[in-house]
């Protein structure tokens, strides 16, 4: 990632932060009616301590985003736990893709092409490590 992707990742997750439990609610939302399939993976789940978690993990990446290779062990050990609670490749982009939606929700007018194309290199980079920890 660019210097300039960093910044922006940094300063657009500063602006969601305010709202994060809304943005996670969204999340959540948008991401059970896009891949129903994945409603079942959290049916014994808390998900108000799983929103919570949520908005943990991802300040820690945009925290991390100077040193993920520092991150990389732990999230690929999250890939592997994620495996075995059923969660298939194909729902990282489900996940993908109702997190970019519930960011151009957020973020409104500071959701530019640039912002878009920031986040999306990151999460690019961090479903990568998990889906290929997850199988192995």
Same mark, same amino acid.
């Given at each position: ?61 945009? %925290? ?10 732990? @999230? #690929? *050990?999250?890939? +592997?736990?994620? /495996? ?29 092409? %640039? ?10 980079? @961090? #479903? *990568?490590?998990? +889906?290929?920890? /997850?199988?192995?």
């Amino acid at each position: 990632m660019s210097p300039q992707e960093k910044a922006l990742l940094i300063e657009t997750w500063q602006k969601v932060l305010p709202m994060a439990d809304a943005a996670a609610r969204l999340f959540y939302d948008r991401l059970f009616e896009i891949d129903p399939t994945t409603r079942s993976l959290f049916q014994t789940t808390d998900l108000k301590d799983q929103r919570q978690k949520l908005v943990q993990a991802l300040t820690v990446v945009v %925290q991390s985003i100077d040193h993920m290779e520092k991150l990389a062990s732990t @999230l #690929a *050990d999250l890939g +592997r736990r994620h /495996a075995q609670y059923g969660v298939s490749k194909a729902h990282y982009d489900s996940v993908g893709e109702a997190l970019l939606w519930t960011l151009e929700q957020g973020l409104g007018s500071a959701w530019t092409s %640039q912002a878009r194309a920031a986040w999306t290199s990151a999460y690019d980079m @961090l #479903a *990568d490590i998990m +889906r290929g920890a /997850a199988s192995t």
